[in-house]
T-cell receptor, first 117, second 112 residues
């Protein structure tokens, strides 16, 4: 599982409240990603990071922000949660055993189920 | 924009039959293609990765092929077992930052 944990694993919150999800990895991977998974849409990239303090937007970044102050932690924040952000959120890392982009495999964390009422 | 399609969305096979899962993509400029398995309520488990320069990759009962020019990959699972029941997802890597574009998945049920 590439040493990826996510917290919390489940969360129920109310519309308008801020929410922060944490992804923690133990193997010093440079690249980290946040995806959301929704029925009918599959997995879509929200934000990604290519190093400490280096982040960029993905396909569905509106309403989300991220931070990475340490290599091991990548935080996803919903500034003001909305019902459309009810989803399962997955964190991933990218690992290459032999070097080179073509050989990089992504490994995923267990996910966080978020319900916004 | 890269689009990834998996057809069928679901299939059911009796135990022992070979499984054939299809994945197609619209832009052949990919770095690699990855197949994942997802059990209900769980995360994604990486099964196989095929580099853009490869034609196939094998791991145990699993074999994945890649035809980049036609934008297709096929995952073969030999002698299916009830434990193979899961959703199978394919994803293509589209750039050097590692962004993946996913298909919607094929839900597989293997009946005893």
């Amino acid at each position: 599982d590439a040493g990826i944990t996510q917290s919390p694993r489940h969360k129920v919150t109310e519309t308008g409240t801020p929410v922060t999800l944490r992804c923690h990895q133990t193997e010093n991977h440079r690249y980290m990603y946040w995806y959301r998974q929704d029925p009918g849409h599959g997995l879509r990239l929200i934000h990604y990071s290519y190093g400490v303090k280096d982040t960029d937007k993905g396909e569905v970044s509106d309403g989300y922000s991220v931070s990475r102050s340490k290599t091991e932690d990548f935080l996803l924040t919903l500034e003001s949660a909305t019902s459309s952000q009810t989803s399962v959120y997955f964190c991933a890392i990218s690992e290459s055993k032999n070097g080179g982009y073509n050989q990089e495999t992504q490994y995923f964390g267990p996910g966080t189920r978020l319900l916004v009422l | 924009k890269q689009e990834v399609t998996q057809i069928p969305a679901a299939l059911s096979v009796p135990e022992g039959e070979n499984l054939v899962l299809n994945c197609s993509f619209t832009d052949s400029a990919i770095y690699n293609l990855q197949w994942f398995r997802q059990d209900p309520g769980k995360g994604l488990t990486s099964l196989l990765l095929i580099q853009s320069s490869q034609r196939e990759q094998t791991s145990g009962r699993l074999n994945a092929s890649l035809d980049k020019s036609s934008g297709r990959s096929t995952l073969y699972i030999a002698a299916s077992q009830p434990g193979d029941s899961a959703t199978y997802l394919c994803a293509v890597r589209t750039d050097s930052w590692g962004k993946l574009q996913f298909g919607a998945g094929t839900q597989v049920v293997v009946t005893p």
